[in-house]
């Protein structure tokens, strides 16, 4: 881990034509599944086997290890798209803009348009496309693509947001995160019950007062971890299909609890940044133990005490289940519009935002307010 002294002194690598995010905005989709909703599911193990423990039995033993409680599902009579225009016309008005002066859009998201009625999903025309067009803009010098980084992409989509902006590329750039996993979950699989529906949006504009993304981070692991996230057949032989989520839960964990945390002080080192310089730290939510676990792992790499993050370490695990690459831009919007437990940003404030998924995957990003 890197010695404290060290992140004290290092120069800033990154120039100062920069970006900041403007606005955001985000949509909690509105069917509420709470675990209750699973008490007549049948589990099975990946051999195919019944667990002993099932239905509610087995929903308690989640909210014992994860924290969920409920989650949110987008209705099945919809595709991804009203879901992702609606919080992306939130940023855009939240940034005081019309889509016109957007010049780039950049989605991110793992599964494409999941279709109406149906658990496929089409990603030609690509989402960003889908969207331009949704917001009917007609600038054709507005770019619109898509990302596919796991969890991570929201928080990759501003980092190329950030390199767009202060190429001279770009002024204003439209990220967006959204995920129906909803509908790649396998019900018969205990980890069915943790992911969920969301949909954040950020826009980032240039800065001219030091504010913005003042450094970033990616790692990326695809040697032995690439088998820990992928979608494969049903833990139940008689139901067919061959996209269904599927993780290796402990080495995701072993995963996240060893590179997050060396992500984020390689992030903070590169802004020349200290901890306890830092407000507020957005990490992923895939369990509410893993955040606290990164967080402890942070401490002790930092020679701090474990109360550091308290009043610092925003969750929505509880209620929001794991959205994915929602998760972010979902609870940073929360945070902005003060509608999460009491937390929120102020100018001047810095944050920092980490995440961890298939690949694997991870990133982290420093952001000054
Ligand atoms: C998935 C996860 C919650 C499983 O927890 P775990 O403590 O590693 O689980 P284990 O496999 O050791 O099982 C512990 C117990 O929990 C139960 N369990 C495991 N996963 C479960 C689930 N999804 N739902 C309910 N019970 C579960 C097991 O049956 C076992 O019960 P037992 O103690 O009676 O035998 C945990 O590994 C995790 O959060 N991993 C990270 C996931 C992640 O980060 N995903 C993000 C990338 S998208």
Redesign the pocket.
């Known amino acids: 881990m890197i010695p404290k002294s060290e992140i004290r002194n290092p120069k800033s690598e990154f120039p100062n034509n920069m970006a900041k995010i403007i606005g955001t905005g985000s949509v909690i989709p509105e069917l509420v599944v709470t675990n209750e909703a699973f008490a007549d599911k049948v589990?099975y193990d990946k051999n195919g086997a019944k667990?002993?423990?099932q239905g509610a039995e087995?929903?308690a033993?989640?909210e014992s290890?994860?924290g969920i409680r409920e989650r949110r599902y987008v209705p099945f009579d919809q595709d991804s798209r009203p879901l992702m225009t609606h919080a992306a016309r939130i940023a855009i008005n939240d940034a005081g803009l019309d889509p016109e002066s957007i010049d780039g859009i950049i989605v991110a998201h793992n599964a494409g348009n999941m279709l109406i009625g149906e658990r496929e999903f089409h990603t030609v025309p690509n989402m960003a496309a889908y969207l331009k067009n949704e917001l009917a803009i007609g600038n054709h010098r507005c770019f619109a693509y898509d990302v596919l980084f796991?969890?991570p992409g929201w928080i990759q989509g501003v980092i190329q947001a950030h390199q767009a902006i202060a190429a001279g590329d770009a002024d204003n750039i439209l990220v967006v995160g959204i995920e129906i996993a909803s509908r790649l979950l396998d019900p018969h699989?205990?980890?069915?019950?943790?992911?969920a529906d969301g949909c954040g949006a950020a826009v980032l504009g240039r800065s001219d007062n030091g504010a913005g993304v003042l450094s970033h981070a990616t790692f990326s692991h695809a040697q032995k971890d690439i088998a820990n996230?992928y979608l494969g057949k049903s833990n139940n032989p008689a139901l067919g299909g061959n996209c269904w989520f599927k993780?290796n839960?402990?080495e995701?964990?072993r995963y996240?609890t060893t590179w997050v945390p060396k992500v984020v002080c390689d992030a903070l080192k590169r802004a020349g940044v200290a901890p306890e310089d830092v407000d507020l730290f957005l990490f992923?939510q895939?369990?509410e133990?893993?955040v606290q676990a990164i967080a402890s792992h942070l401490a002790d790499s930092w020679e701090l005490d474990a109360d550091f993050f308290a009043g610092k370490l925003p969750m929505t695990i509880q209620f929001l289940g794991?959205t994915?690459v929602a998760t972010i831009p979902t609870m940073l919007d929360l945070i902005r519009k003060e509608d999460l437990d009491g937390y929120s940003i102020e100018s001047g404030q810095t944050a920092v935002f980490a995440s961890?998924?298939?690949g694997m995957h991870c990133n982290a990003l420093v952001h000054r307010f």
């Open positions: 589990f667990l002993e423990r087995a929903a033993k989640l290890i994860t796991a969890c699989d205990l980890d069915s019950m943790i992911l996230i993780m839960g402990k995701v964990y996240a992923h895939a369990n133990k893993l794991n994915s961890v998924g298939a």
